[in-house]
C-alpha cells in the first residue's frame, strides 16, 4: 500500500504567516519612499512660477499678463500641494498665500495693478521657497 504523505496544516499556515508578515513589511516602505521622492521640490516647475512672475513684469499686453497671472496661480497650487504631501506645513502656507494672492490678479483693472499683485505675491513665493529648503526638499 502506497503512503501518501501529509503535510501538516500548521507548516503550511507557517509560510503563509512569514509571507503576510513580508508583504505587510515591503507594503508599508511604499509611503516612506513616496514622500522621500516628492519632497524635493521639482525645479522645473519652481522655473515655471518665477518665469511667469517675470513674463507678468514684462507683458504690454493685459490679457497675456493676466494669462501668465493664472499659470503662475496654478503652479503655486501644485508646489503647495507638494509641500502638503511632504509634511512642510510653513512651506505650504506661503505657496496658498501666494497663490490667494495670484487670484486677486483676475480683479486687477490695469497692468500696473496686476504687477503689483503679482510682486506681492512672488515675495511669499520666495519665502515658501526658503521654507522649503528648510524642510529638506528643493
Known amino acids: 500500500m502506497p503512503m501518501h504523505i501529509v503535510r501538516k496544516p500548521a ?3 507557517g509560510r503563509r504567516y512569514r509571507s503576510f508578515a513580508l508583504a505587510a513589511f515591503l507594503t508599508s516602505l511604499l509611503p516612506a519612499i513616496a514622500v522621500a ?3 524635493d521640490i521639482q ?3 519652481a522655473q515655471m512660477v518665477q518665469a511667469n512672475f517675470q513674463r507678468i513684469a514684462k507683458e504690454g499686453d493685459f490679457a497675456s499678463a493676466q494669462d501668465y497671472a493664472e499659470r ?4 503655486l497650487d501644485q508646489l503647495g500641494a507638494q509641500a502638503r504631501r511632504c509634511g512642510c506645513e510653513s512651506a505650504q502656507a506661503g505657496f496658498e498665500d501666494a497663490a490667494r494672492e495670484m487670484r486677486q490678479a483676475r480683479l486687477a483693472e490695469s497692468r500696473a495693478a496686476l504687477r503689483q499683485v ?3 505675491a512672488a515675495a511669499r513665493f520666495e ?7 528648510a524642510c529638506g526638499g528643493g
Open 11 to 13: 507548516r503550511r499556515a
Open 37 to 39: 521622492q516628492t519632497c
Open 43 to 45: 525645479p522645473t516647475q
Open 72 to 75: 503662475a496661480r496654478r503652479g
Open 118 to 120: 503679482a510682486e506681492r
Open 127 to 133: 519665502a515658501a521657497m526658503a521654507l522649503q529648503r
